[in-house]
Each structure stands twice: as structure tokens, then as C-alpha cells.
């Protein structure tokens, strides 16, 4: 296993994942959370690809864990559908290394969003939630409309609030540029 430099930037980078994360244990409409942003940003600028998966993965896992321990919500049937279209949403990242702009970046953020809601409502029906026929699949992603709304805007805002803050961080504090 190659070893991993844990130098300012991917410190900084970290440490915005995991404020996000934790911004989860705050009240938000349904599906209004970071989790998609923190996995285009955690691919996009983590330069170990093997690292680009597993930080943002961490981080999610100990913001469910917190939110099941407060609430009971952290954990469902379906949260390997969840983490793996997040694994996804991190595969979009890798390509928007070195093309950042406000374009690129919102039309990746889309494509997760509309990913994660294919992913995680073909999910709720094959984990048998309404049965297994076409019509419970219908039925599955019928009924995920409404929280389809606020993963678009979750993503769209934690998007700009990663990828915006780190730019400004970065014209900030050259350290942060890219190694």
C-alpha cells in the first residue's frame, strides 16, 4: 500500500468533508444534505484515488453513526445503495480534475444528483420496501420525487459551498494548490 501524505492540503480538504458531515446532524428539509457534494469534491481534489473514496466513505459512516445514536436515522435497509452511489458520485469527481469551473461543476452535480435518485429509489424496491413487480418499482421512484427536490438543491448548495470555499482557500493560501 503507498503511503499517504497527509500535508496541508488533504488536511483542509478533510477537514471541510467532515464539517459537512456533521452540517447532516443539523436540521434541513429531506434530502437537503452534503453527502453527494462531499463526493464530487472528495474525487475531484484528493489526489489518491484509493483516499478519494475512502475519506468521504469515513466521513459519511460517522455522520450516520451520530445520526443513529441521536435519532435512529443513521442506518437503513437501503444504506448500501446510498454508499454506493456515493462510491459513483466520487467516479464524477475524477473527472472534473482540472476542469473546476462553475459549468463543470454544477452539470457533475446534476448528474450525481439524478444518479443517487436512480440508485437509492431502484434501491428501496430491491430491497423488497414495495414488493418486487414493475408496478412497486413505479411505485418506488413515484414516491421519491419529493425528496428528489432536496437532493438538488443539497448537492447545487454544498457544491458551492465546497468547491467555493476551497477555491477562495486556495487563492488564499498558495500551500493549498496542487502538489
Avoid at 484528493?46 to 468521504?56: D, E, L, S, T
Avoid at 464524477?92 to 439524478?114: C, D, K, N, P
Avoid at 413515484?142 to 465546497?162: A, E, S, Y
Wanted: glycine share 10%.
Amino acid at each position: 500500500m503507498e503511503n499517504i501524505v497527509w500535508n496541508t492540503r488533504l488536511k483542509v480538504i478533510t477537514g471541510m468533508m467532515a464539517a459537512a458531515a456533521l452540517s447532516r446532524l443539523l436540521p434541513h428539509p429531506d434530502n437537503f444534505a452534503p453527502i453527494g457534494a462531499m463526493a464530487l469534491f472528495g474525487g475531484c481534489y484528493i489526489a489518491n484515488k484509493r483516499m478519494a473514496f475512502i475519506i468521504p466513505l469515513v466521513t459519511m459512516l460517522i455522520s450516520d453513526t451520530l445520526l443513529q445514536l441521536i435519532n435512529g436515522t443513521g442506518f437503513h435497509p437501503g444504506m448500501i445503495w446510498v454508499y454506493g452511489a456515493f462510491s459513483i458520485i466520487t467516479c464524477i469527481g475524477f473527472l472534473l480534475r482540472g476542469r473546476e469551473q462553475r459549468q463543470t461543476i454544477m452539470v457533475a452535480s446534476l448528474v450525481g444528483s439524478i444518479l443517487f435518485f436512480v440508485i437509492t429509489n431502484f434501491g428501496q424496491w430491491a430491497t423488497g420496501y414495495y414488493g418486487y413487480t414493475s408496478g412497486a418499482l413505479t411505485e418506488s421512484f413515484i414516491m421519491g420525487i419529493p425528496f428528489f427536490r432536496g437532493t438538488l438543491m443539497g448537492d447545487l448548495f454544498f457544491n458551492l459551498v465546497l468547491f467555493g470555499s476551497f477555491a477562495v482557500a486556495k487563492w488564499r493560501f498558495p500551500v493549498l494548490q496542487r502538489a
